[in-house]
């Protein structure tokens, strides 16, 4: 089945410095990834939606500078939180989603932990 | 502006009993609603899914039910297992998902 790997898995920076998340599908070619953050005993809420050689659509509320998305290959995506701050600590999810000959599902990373000090 | 509604919040079954976790959408744009179960510290993986051209499916001990009328579709877990005490999302969506709050699933032994 289709594979997404997520990197790191747990990471802790200082405020003020950049943190980059990658994600990759391993199996399968991603015309599209999403980026969540979730809170502890909450839902995920998309940050963003980035397809392959263009620029991301992020979600009313969340901040293009802070979080830079790069969609570089059909297989390869990153998040980058930078001037991170403790507010930044969460949970980070990525998904990727393959064409209609792939089946079209949504496959999930198994998330990032991020935490600012 | 929440698209996807999801009750109960949690709920308790015993060892053996069965699950049900309900959801509503409002967009009839949708046509993709999946159901994932995620565990602590962990990403949500696929459980089921069903598209709204048919109503019901059925893998193993999950059971996805879909109304395209009432634009309603639930998870039934029959069953239940210590293991599968989890957090259930239910989600919907065309280009993109919207993920319902989730349900706190605690199977008793």
């Known amino acids: 089945g289709a594979v997404v790997s997520q990197h790191p898995s747990r990471v802790i920076c200082k405020s003020g410095t950049s943190v980059k998340i990658e994600c990759r599908s391993l199996?399968?070619?991603?015309?599209?990834m999403f980026w969540y953050r979730q809170f502890p005993k909450q839902s995920l809420m998309l940050m963003a939606t980035?397809?392959?050689?263009?620029?991301?659509?992020?979600e009313q509320g969340v901040e293009k500078d802070k979080f830079l998305i790069n969609h570089a290959s059909l297989t390869l995506s990153t998040l980058t939180v930078t001037s991170a701050h403790p507010e930044d600590s969460s949970f980070y999810i990525c998904s990727a989603r393959g064409d209609a000959g792939q089946g079209g599902g949504y496959t999930f990373g198994s998330g990032t932990r991020l935490t600012v000090v | 502006q929440q698209q996807v509604k999801q009750s109960p919040q949690s709920l308790i079954v015993q060892k053996g009993g069965i699950s049900i976790i309900n959801c509503a959408y409002e967009?009839?744009?949708?046509?993709?609603f999946p159901w994932y179960q995620q565990f602590p510290g962990k990403g949500p993986a696929l459980l089921i899914a069903i598209r709204p051209d048919v109503s019901e499916k059925k893998e193993g001990r999950f059971t996805i039910s879909f109304n395209k009328s009432a634009k309603q579709f639930s998870l039934h877990i029959m069953d239940s297992q210590p293991g599968d005490s989890a957090t259930y999302f239910c989600?919907?969506?065309?280009?993109?998902?919207?993920f319902g709050a989730g349900t706190t699933v605690t199977v008793r032994a």
């Open positions: 199996d399968f070619q991603a015309t599209t």
């Open positions: 980035s397809n392959e050689g263009s620029k991301a659509t992020y």
């Open positions: 989600a919907a969506g065309y280009h993109k998902l919207s």
């Open positions: 967009n009839t744009a949708f046509d993709y």
